[in-house]
């Protein structure tokens, strides 16, 4: 039994990774039809930006503010320069745009930073927190409570402000939205900052019980890429819920099956689920017309 | 010349005698090197642009099958004892298996759903080579043994320049002989309408099905050559990397052109050769390439090209 | 000979039914007619009998055998051929090219002997494109074989679809919309081409607006009213309904249809 809840926090941690991953994905695939590739090199800047801001002297809550500033400039960097001049092209000519400009963002990574792993120290220090027989590290806490504020944040912001609800509107229906008056322009530039700030955070989250480098972002954005599918694409709570249950197979998988293939298991699912589902777990059924 | 590249052995000839003749302009064995990592990606371009551009469906795990075929000829001739070309052969079976079993539920899928099922297979497959080290050499790899001819070794860059050559023209010749077909023309009906397909009596899952074997067959045999070549394999070969390297070189080329994943390969195996002088650049300047040729040549090299020279005709 | 009937068919979506209950039967050679206002469910139905949406309830025969939730593909196969409302042709083919996709199941097709061009696989191709040349020449395109078909006119790809549906040979013929944005002219080809096409002995079914092309050349008219059958007969009869008139035509259209 404490071994069940030790894998189940350290699958709900690693989860909580990956909803917020996922969550960038659906926010900027919801507003511009973008599958955004570049959207684990976000989480890698988020905890290199802080580590190398915090070891120049800088306190940690600072550098981690400057690290979500950062992110989300490159976030809308990334918008004005490589996707708003694309306009047009097709999905496969976006998605390689966009892992150009992964391959852009860790080639500067590796220039402006190094090629080393790096470590932050945790928020609440080291000492593990005795619950139900598991030790559980209290960064657990502060990454899994991080992302629901997160979750609830966009939550409000979708639902509760006239920003968000011409956010939404432009997800349901791009041309719509514009005959109505919304700057859609304005949307997916907001939806690759707000996404470049969630993955930012969840870099700085992270960090302390993962370690980063320069190339932690393609893994990630593989996998945030899978939960967001596994939830049903551009569905934001199907995204959470999608990274939640990625991290959770993950863990148990490498507890009770295989560690060695604990990466296998995103995809293992993700291909058996498309196979049974293929709208993925929370998507809509769509008819198709003629 | 130009008017050559509209008839299928007017390109067949224009790149023979471009394969004839480049090598009189090398200094250096380094530029047969170069030119043959060129045919074995051109090669593996080609049969995937017959999956995406013709049958207009996109595999971004593509790699999974050159891996498949690289260590095929790595393993086969080491623990099992197979001749290497045997081993190829094998290597080519089993992708054509794989792509056939996993192919059918998959290429039910559309758009995004695609993209990750078949991303998915692809790292499956990187993370079972890196994984089984026992077999494979894990993450460093492993030493491939020459391929042998009745007596005959083949090594030494030049001759490697030839078979590869021999082998990309081959290819092409396939490629190009699809045009004009039932199923080259079912490919192509099924992109453009999968719905007016099926009503016209095509049974599209089947013929998706064809193009992902072969396809798969086109990368597992490149593969092969490129492991016989360079007597080493590494998984990176079968990673999500590669497998975008080798979609860029299809739609960078442009969808559809045989001739567009020629050059499209041409250009993004060159292009780290060149950006080496820059060092620790390279990555920077490889995405910022990457980024700019997608927005400014979306259509691809070739199709850009051709509208070019016929819009100064006209 | 009754070559395709439709038996008490029904489909919903989301527990809404979009059919219910329609059931007609069509001879070879007849022109069979489906009128109805917008969303009466005319080209749902279409989308049923071609195998693009799987039936609820009801029962397809063709020819004589139970067809109900068969593949589009395999209903082609069977002598089933249809156009497309919005369109649906291949853009970036040649015009003859999309008729001769039309001959595919005419075509033998081996993967290998494509993959080298076989002798008999470039045999193959002058006769499939001799005969897809005749087809175009039918809708009267034949000008028009080398153009890209996303270069051609709308109402030049409505017979482009046309020209391609008949090259599978069919038994039955689906004709979504045919005349749908044409002008005058063009409808009269139109008009001429359904009763050539049905003189050969293919029953044609067709779903169109203009009442008076409908009028003039259909032997059994359906109506529809929001996915149920309203009444079934001659134009005569269902120019004489006042009700249908009012009800599907409106006034307008009830005098435009006692003029033809």
Redesign the interface.
């Given at each position: 039994m404490p071994e069940f809840f030790q894998f189940l926090v350290s699958g709900l941690t690693i989860g909580a990774v990956y909803a917020l991953v996922a969550l960038g994905f659906t926010l900027v695939y919801n507003a511009s039809d973008v599958v955004n590739f570049a959207q684990g090199e976000f989480v890698m800047l988020g905890g290199m930006v802080t580590v190398f801001v915090h070891a120049a002297g800088v306190p940690l809550p600072l550098a981690a503010l400057v690290a979500v500033i950062v992110s989300v400039v490159l976030g809308l960097s990334l918008y004005w320069l490589a996707i708003a001049p694309a306009r047009g092209a097709s999905a496969v000519s976006l998605i390689i745009i966009t892992i150009g400009a992964s391959i852009l963002l860790r080639g500067a990574a590796q220039i402006v930073f190094d090629k080393q792993f790096h470590k932050l120290p945790a928020f609440s220090g080291d000492t593990p927190v005795q619950m139900l027989g598991a030790a559980v590290q209290p960064q657990s806490f502060w990454v899994i409570g991080g992302t629901a504020v997160m979750v609830l944040l966009l939550y409000v912001f979708l639902e509760r402000t006239l920003l968000g609800k011409a956010v939404l509107a432009t997800s349901a229906n791009r041309f719509a939205a514009r005959l109505v008056g919304i700057n859609t322009t304005t949307i997916m530039a907001l939806a690759f900052g707000g996404s470049a700030a969630i993955g930012g955070v969840a870099g700085i989250l992270i960090t302390p019980i993962t370690l980063t480098s320069y190339d932690v972002g393609t893994l990630l954005a593989l996998k945030g890429f899978a939960a967001a599918m596994l939830g049903g694409m551009g569905n934001p709570l199907g995204a959470v819920a999608g990274g939640l249950l990625l991290g959770l197979l993950e863990a148990f998988g490498a507890g009770y099956i295989s560690s060695t293939y604990k990466d296998a298991f995103a995809f293992i699912v993700i291909l058996a689920v498309l196979f049974a589902a293929p709208q993925g777990l929370f998507g809509r059924r769509t008819i198709e017309r003629v | 010349m130009l008017a050559a590249l509209r008839h299928r052995y007017g390109i067949l000839l224009v790149l023979a005698i471009v394969i004839a003749v480049l090598p009189l302009a090398f200094p250096s064995s380094y530029y047969f090197r170069v030119a043959s990592l060129v045919w074995v990606s051109a090669f593996a371009a080609i049969g995937l642009n017959i999956l995406m551009g013709k049958a207009g469906q996109v595999s971004l795990g593509h790699a999974g099958f050159f891996g498949i075929g690289a260590y095929a000829v790595a393993i086969g001739p080491t623990h099992l004892g197979v001749p290497s070309l045997v081993a190829l052969l094998l290597g080519c079976l089993l992708s054509a298996l794989l792509a056939f079993l996993v192919g059918r539920p998959i290429l039910r899928l559309k758009g995004h759903y695609l993209a990750i099922a078949t991303l998915g297979f692809g790292v499956l497959v990187a993370l079972v080579i890196t994984t089984e080290s026992r077999w494979t050499g894990g993450p460093d790899g492993m030493s491939v043994m020459k391929l042998t001819l009745f007596g005959w070794r083949a090594s030494g860059s030049d001759t490697w320049y030839w078979i590869t050559g021999g082998l990309l023209l081959a290819g092409t010749w396939i490629a190009l002989n699809l045009d004009e077909t039932p199923t080259g023309r079912a490919f192509r009906a099924l992109h453009d309408s999968e719905i007016a397909a099926r009503v016209t009596g095509i049974n599209v899952n089947r013929f998706k099905l064809q193009a992902f074997v072969i396809a798969a067959v086109y990368a597992s045999l490149a593969g092969s050559a490129l492991a016989l070549m360079n007597g080493f394999v590494n998984p990176d070969q079968a990673g999500f990397l590669h497998s975008i390297e080798l979609v860029t070189m299809v739609v960078l080329g442009g969808l559809g052109s045989v001739l567009g994943s020629i050059v499209g390969a041409a250009v993004l195996i060159m292009l780290p050769q060149v950006l080496t002088v820059f060092q620790e650049y390279e990555n920077l300047l490889l995405g910022a390439i990457i980024i700019v040729s997608m927005i400014f040549m979306r259509e691809g090299i070739v199709p850009m090209l051709s509208k070019f020279m016929m819009g100064r005709r006209a | 000979m009754t070559i395709l009937k439709v038996d008490d068919i029904g489909i919903s979506?989301g527990g809404l039914k979009a059919i219910d209950g329609v059931g007609f039967s069509v001879e070879a050679g007849q022109i069979f007619s489906i009128i109805g206002p917008n969303g009466a469910g005319k080209?749902t139905l279409f989308?049923v009998i071609?195998?693009?949406?799987e039936a609820s309830e009801g029962r397809i025969e063709l020819a004589g055998q139970d067809v109900t939730r068969f593949?589009?593909?395999v209903?082609?196969?069977r002598g089933l051929?249809?156009t497309?409302?919005?369109l649906?042709?291949?853009?970036?083919?040649t015009a003859i090219?999309n008729v001769?996709?039309?001959r595919?199941?005419q075509?033998?097709?081996n993967?290998f002997?494509?993959?080298?061009?076989l002798p008999s696989?470039t045999r193959?191709?002058k006769e499939?494109r001799a005969a897809a040349l005749a087809f175009l020449d039918e809708v009267g395109l034949r000008d028009h074989a080398d153009t890209p078909a996303g270069a051609l006119s709308y109402g030049a790809c409505k017979r482009l679809e046309i020209a391609?549906?008949l090259a599978?040979e069919p038994r039955v013929l689906l004709l979504d919309e045919p005349a749908a944005g044409c002008n005058s002219v063009e409808t009269e080809e139109i008009d001429r081409l359904i009763c050539r096409v049905a003189a050969k002995g293919i029953a044609v079914v067709l779903v169109e607006h203009d009442m008076k092309l409908v009028m003039k050349i259909s032997d059994r008219i359906l109506a529809l009213e929001r996915g149920r059958p309203l009444i079934e007969g001659s134009p005569g009869e269902v120019r004489a309904n006042p009700a249908v008139l009012e009800a599907y035509l409106g006034k307008h259209g009830a005098r435009e249809a006692a003029r033809a």
């Amino acid at each position: 039994m404490p071994e069940f809840f030790q894998f189940l926090v350290s699958g709900l941690t690693i989860g909580a990774v990956y909803a917020l991953v996922a969550l960038g994905f659906t926010l900027v695939y919801n507003a511009s039809d973008v599958v955004n590739f570049a959207q684990g090199e976000f989480v890698m800047l988020g905890g290199m930006v802080t580590v190398f801001v915090h070891a120049a002297g800088v306190p940690l809550p600072l550098a981690a503010l400057v690290a979500v500033i950062v992110s989300v400039v490159l976030g809308l960097s990334l918008y004005w320069l490589a996707i708003a001049p694309a306009r047009g092209a097709s999905a496969v000519s976006l998605i390689i745009i966009t892992i150009g400009a992964s391959i852009l963002l860790r080639g500067a990574a590796q220039i402006v930073f190094d090629k080393q792993f790096h470590k932050l120290p945790a928020f609440s220090g080291d000492t593990p927190v005795q619950m139900l027989g598991a030790a559980v590290q209290p960064q657990s806490f502060w990454v899994i409570g991080g992302t629901a504020v997160m979750v609830l944040l966009l939550y409000v912001f979708l639902e509760r402000t006239l920003l968000g609800k011409a956010v939404l509107a432009t997800s349901a229906n791009r041309f719509a939205a514009r005959l109505v008056g919304i700057n859609t322009t304005t949307i997916m530039a907001l939806a690759f900052g707000g996404s470049a700030a969630i993955g930012g955070v969840a870099g700085i989250l992270i960090t302390p019980i993962t370690l980063t480098s320069y190339d932690v972002g393609t893994l990630l954005a593989l996998k945030g890429f899978a939960a967001a599918m596994l939830g049903g694409m551009g569905n934001p709570l199907g995204a959470v819920a999608g990274g939640l249950l990625l991290g959770l197979l993950e863990a148990f998988g490498a507890g009770y099956i295989s560690s060695t293939y604990k990466d296998a298991f995103a995809f293992i699912v993700i291909l058996a689920v498309l196979f049974a589902a293929p709208q993925g777990l929370f998507g809509r059924r769509t008819i198709e017309r003629v | 010349m130009l008017a050559a590249l509209r008839h299928r052995y007017g390109i067949l000839l224009v790149l023979a005698i471009v394969i004839a003749v480049l090598p009189l302009a090398f200094p250096s064995s380094y530029y047969f090197r170069v030119a043959s990592l060129v045919w074995v990606s051109a090669f593996a371009a080609i049969g995937l642009n017959i999956l995406m551009g013709k049958a207009g469906q996109v595999s971004l795990g593509h790699a999974g099958f050159f891996g498949i075929g690289a260590y095929a000829v790595a393993i086969g001739p080491t623990h099992l004892g197979v001749p290497s070309l045997v081993a190829l052969l094998l290597g080519c079976l089993l992708s054509a298996l794989l792509a056939f079993l996993v192919g059918r539920p998959i290429l039910r899928l559309k758009g995004h759903y695609l993209a990750i099922a078949t991303l998915g297979f692809g790292v499956l497959v990187a993370l079972v080579i890196t994984t089984e080290s026992r077999w494979t050499g894990g993450p460093d790899g492993m030493s491939v043994m020459k391929l042998t001819l009745f007596g005959w070794r083949a090594s030494g860059s030049d001759t490697w320049y030839w078979i590869t050559g021999g082998l990309l023209l081959a290819g092409t010749w396939i490629a190009l002989n699809l045009d004009e077909t039932p199923t080259g023309r079912a490919f192509r009906a099924l992109h453009d309408s999968e719905i007016a397909a099926r009503v016209t009596g095509i049974n599209v899952n089947r013929f998706k099905l064809q193009a992902f074997v072969i396809a798969a067959v086109y990368a597992s045999l490149a593969g092969s050559a490129l492991a016989l070549m360079n007597g080493f394999v590494n998984p990176d070969q079968a990673g999500f990397l590669h497998s975008i390297e080798l979609v860029t070189m299809v739609v960078l080329g442009g969808l559809g052109s045989v001739l567009g994943s020629i050059v499209g390969a041409a250009v993004l195996i060159m292009l780290p050769q060149v950006l080496t002088v820059f060092q620790e650049y390279e990555n920077l300047l490889l995405g910022a390439i990457i980024i700019v040729s997608m927005i400014f040549m979306r259509e691809g090299i070739v199709p850009m090209l051709s509208k070019f020279m016929m819009g100064r005709r006209a | 000979m009754t070559i395709l009937k439709v038996d008490d068919i029904g489909i919903s979506f989301g527990g809404l039914k979009a059919i219910d209950g329609v059931g007609f039967s069509v001879e070879a050679g007849q022109i069979f007619s489906i009128i109805g206002p917008n969303g009466a469910g005319k080209t749902t139905l279409f989308n049923v009998i071609s195998g693009i949406y799987e039936a609820s309830e009801g029962r397809i025969e063709l020819a004589g055998q139970d067809v109900t939730r068969f593949a589009p593909d395999v209903l082609a196969a069977r002598g089933l051929s249809r156009t497309f409302q919005n369109l649906q042709i291949f853009q970036r083919m040649t015009a003859i090219e999309n008729v001769m996709v039309g001959r595919h199941l005419q075509e033998k097709c081996n993967l290998f002997a494509d993959l080298f061009r076989l002798p008999s696989v470039t045999r193959q191709n002058k006769e499939t494109r001799a005969a897809a040349l005749a087809f175009l020449d039918e809708v009267g395109l034949r000008d028009h074989a080398d153009t890209p078909a996303g270069a051609l006119s709308y109402g030049a790809c409505k017979r482009l679809e046309i020209a391609r549906a008949l090259a599978a040979e069919p038994r039955v013929l689906l004709l979504d919309e045919p005349a749908a944005g044409c002008n005058s002219v063009e409808t009269e080809e139109i008009d001429r081409l359904i009763c050539r096409v049905a003189a050969k002995g293919i029953a044609v079914v067709l779903v169109e607006h203009d009442m008076k092309l409908v009028m003039k050349i259909s032997d059994r008219i359906l109506a529809l009213e929001r996915g149920r059958p309203l009444i079934e007969g001659s134009p005569g009869e269902v120019r004489a309904n006042p009700a249908v008139l009012e009800a599907y035509l409106g006034k307008h259209g009830a005098r435009e249809a006692a003029r033809a």
